[in-house]
């Protein structure tokens, strides 16, 4: 845990096509965290759309953030644009290099590897992009949130929020992080179970890993250059 009067600048990647909730979901907790400042970065100030079109708009460039003491990284679709960007790239290998805690959502944790940041971690991710994490390194664990020292990932989407509890914690200790949730109302009761590749009924996992067969194969083909790149030899692989 950090001392409470030690001030916290925390920041979160911006870039078009992430999943808004991957960002917006840590969000509702991170900037509840006491002592802190919390801003979101991207290339440049324009608003950026989110995978399904909701417009956001960072506070600040990548060139004007300050060393951050927690560096946030959401994924989604437009991730991939991102893999082979030396300046994003170079940002959060920077940032990460300085910062308490990284703190990767969904495909957020492919950025991280393809900045060479996930060698022999362990780590998780979407259910689509899981197979990719040895690509990076990592060590892939199956599990909704993934602590490895400084390092905490969630494996995608909603996930973000129980990491961001789970950060809020490590940071700030465990009553603050139940009083954020208290005011989050966060206590989720889904009607379905059907939340995970294990628990989804086999008809309604095959229509989506259908629907994001186009991207997972292109998410491939990247993996497989930046392995090369980093030197990492890895086995052919199916998300299936």
Not at 42 to 59: F, I, Q, S, Y
Not at 136 to 144: H, K
Not at 223 to 235: D, E, F, N, Q
């Amino acid at each position: 845990m950090i001392p409470h009067d030690t001030h916290l600048n925390i920041g979160s990647l911006l870039f078009e096509g992430i999943d808004q909730i991957d960002l917006t979901g840590p969000f509702e907790v991170l900037s509840r965290i006491p002592n802190s400042t919390y801003r979101i970065y991207a290339k440049t100030m324009a608003p950026v759309r989110d995978v399904k079109g909701l417009w956001l708009t960072p506070n600040a460039t990548l060139a004007e953030a300050p060393p951050l003491d927690v560096l946030h990284v959401p994924g989604g679709f437009g991730q991939e644009a991102l893999m082979e960007d030396s300046e994003v790239l170079g940002w959060i290998r920077r940032q990460a290099g300085g910062a308490c805690s990284i703190f990767s959502v969904c495909t957020g944790a492919l950025l991280c590897g393809a900045a060479g940041l996930l060698k022999e971690r362990r780590a998780t991710t979407h259910w689509s992009a899981f197979h990719l994490l040895p690509f990076f390194g990592a060590i892939p664990v199956n599990e909704r949130v993934v602590v490895d020292g400084a390092w905490i990932s969630a494996a995608g989407v909603t996930a973000g929020i129980d990491g961001a509890l789970r950060l809020a914690a490590e940071l700030r200790g465990d009553e603050a992080a139940q009083a954020i949730q208290l005011h989050m109302v966060y206590a989720p009761e889904p009607p379905f179970n059907s939340g995970t590749p294990e628990t989804a009924p086999a008809a309604i996992l095959e229509a989506a890993r259908r629907s994001v067969r186009g991207v997972t194969a292109q998410r491939e083909q990247t993996a497989r250059r930046i392995a090369a790149k980093l030197g990492i030899a890895v086995p052919a692989l199916s998300a299936e």
